[in-house]
């Protein structure tokens, strides 16, 4: 039976590059992000093999019955994928809205945790894998102390998760990728990696030996 992924922020950048990727190695999708439509399309593009389930990661109960849905759907949830992010118009600690930090810290670290908990009861029962998109933002230090911070959480995190998840033999991988080409952020930078090649470190470490956790991955552009 192929295995499930369920991505979060799947409807555009590395998110939904992950589910072409995914599909093209067999597995079958669940895709979440707030774009239904734009989701709908991503799906429909892949066929049988993908599911849409618009939501928001900011609310807990939205993802626990749509990882409930795929799971019933496709038979089981192997891997989750908590990917969804944002930033800030305005980087810095002394610029900037404090709502704004308020949203980006609600998604990009109460989400992630909303999302590792809803997906934590599937994943013991397949013994599965949660991968998080952290950054390069998340290993050095940058000009984006607020950014960066959510990512530095990221990485803290992944590295403990790996450890409890151990304990029942699940995963957990943090991928940490410099500037992507998405619509995320434009440096206007030419080096640049693309959605691609962070999808093919997903799927990297999602085919990994089981014998093995590929904690990190640290992908910069070589150029
Ligand atoms: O960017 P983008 P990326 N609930 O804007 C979704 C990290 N990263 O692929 O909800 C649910 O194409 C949003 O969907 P929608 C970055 O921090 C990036 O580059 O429909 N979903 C979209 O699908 C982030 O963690 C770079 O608006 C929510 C997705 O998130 C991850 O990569 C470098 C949501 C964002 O896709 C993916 O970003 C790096 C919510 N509340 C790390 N809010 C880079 N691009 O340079 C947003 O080191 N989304």
Redesign the pocket.
């Known amino acids: 039976m192929a295995k499930t992924l369920f991505i ?9 590059e992950t589910a072409r990727v995914a599909v093209d190695h067999g597995w079958n999708v669940a895709l ?4 239904a439509e ?2 709908e399309e991503v799906a429909g593009d892949l066929g049988r093999a993908a599911m849409s389930l618009p ?4 609310d807990p109960e939205a993802l626990v019955t749509a990882m409930e849905r795929a799971a019933g759907h496709f038979g089981s949830l192997d891997a989750v994928f908590a ?5 800030l118009s305005t980087p810095g600690t002394e610029a900037g809205a404090i709502d704004e930090w308020r949203a980006m810290v ?3 670290i109460m ?1 992630l945790l909303y999302t590792a908990r809803a997906a934590l009861p599937h994943l013991r029962k397949s013994r599965g894998h949660l991968v998080l ?6 290993r050095r230090h940058i000009k984006g102390s607020i ?1 960066g911070a959510t ?1 530095w959480f990221v990485h803290g995190y992944a590295g403990n998760m790996a450890e409890e998840m151990r304990d029942w033999g699940g995963r957990c991988t943090v991928v ?10 434009d440096d206007g930078a030419p080096d ?2 693309q ?1 691609r090649d ?1 999808a093919d470190a997903v799927l990297h470490a999602l085919n990994a030996d089981p014998r093995n956790c590929v904690r990190e991955i640290y992908l910069m552009p070589q150029n």
């Open positions: 979060t922020g799947a409807s555009t950048g590395i998110g939904a979440f992000a707030r774009s734009t989701l939501g928001d990661v900011t990917n969804a992010g944002t930033g609600d998604v990009n989400g998109t952290g950054s390069a933002a998340g950014y990512k940490a990728p410099g500037m992507v080409d998405t619509p995320f952020f640049k990696l959605p962070v």
